[in-house]
């Protein structure tokens, strides 16, 4: 058990259904990320949310719309996704980054929510 | 921008042989330097990391040194298990602020009995 716990472990849905994933970190961590893993491709951050609030968002489809309600949750709310959107969507935690030691905290990942996009 | 380049898989090895896997990275500034590894069915996990040049990370018998000069990470092992068999990613962040972590494409290992 990583600390960090994602549900569902794999999802199938079609292009016009609307679900979530959610992510759940016991660590005390106060930074939250969603990460897309697609074959053959380097993992790609899509959100970053620090103490609750959304700090980076890479260019993601408005189809993806993430949410913190606290500093322990983070959701991925889903709808009308396309094929090319099924991938292992990896949520990951660390210490909020600040001060002069930030660029080294550590990410904690879970062990991801399987997506596929019928 | 940052980026960082490992060597393309699979790496398919005999127990108790040698590893190596190349990363080498483009970055402003003094990033930090991490290998993630995953095991099949897992998320990743953080294997090693070294801050500053000339650092090692190590960590399970796997070891990696962060070279400034030739702007390289590269992973060791001595003698690799079947239980290491997963896939292997280098990765970088930049210094204060910066929640952007990097990942190369992984390197997936295979090691035979």
């Known amino acids: 058990e990583t600390g960090v716990t994602q549900t569902p472990r794999h999802l199938v849905m079609g292009m016009t259904n609307k679900k979530s994933l959610k992510c759940e970190q016991h660590l005390g961590h106060n930074a939250m990320y969603w990460y897309k893993q697609s074959a053959k491709k380097p993992l790609e951050l899509m959100f970053v949310y620090n103490f609750k609030e959304q700090t980076e968002n890479n260019s993601v489809p408005s189809r993806f719309s993430p949410e913190c309600p606290n500093s322990s949750h983070l959701f991925l709310h889903l709808h009308t996704l396309q094929p090319e959107d099924s991938a292992l969507y990896l949520c990951?935690?660390?210490?909020?980054?600040?001060?002069?030691?930030?660029?080294?905290?550590?990410?904690?990942f879970g062990a991801g929510s399987r997506l596929t996009v019928l | 921008g940052n980026s960082v380049t490992q060597m393309e898989g699979p790496v398919t090895l005999s127990e108790e042989a040698f590893l190596t896997i190349n990363c080498t990275y483009t970055a402003t500034g003094y990033p930090s330097l991490f290998w993630y590894v995953q095991y099949p069915g897992e998320g990743l996990q953080l294997l090693l990391k070294a801050t500053k040049a000339d650092d090692k990370g190590s960590n399970k018998g796997f070891e990696a040194t962060y070279r400034k000069e030739t702007t390289s990470f590269h992973l060791e092992k001595g003698s690799v298990q079947v239980s290491d068999s997963a896939v292997y990613f280098c990765?970088?962040?930049?210094?204060?602020?910066?929640?952007?972590?990097?990942f190369g494409k992984g390197t997936k290992l295979s090691v035979i009995p």
């Open positions: 990951a935690s660390s210490q909020a980054s600040s001060g002069v030691d930030s660029g080294a905290n550590v990410l904690t």
């Open positions: 990765a970088l962040r930049s210094g204060a602020g910066s929640y952007q972590l990097t």
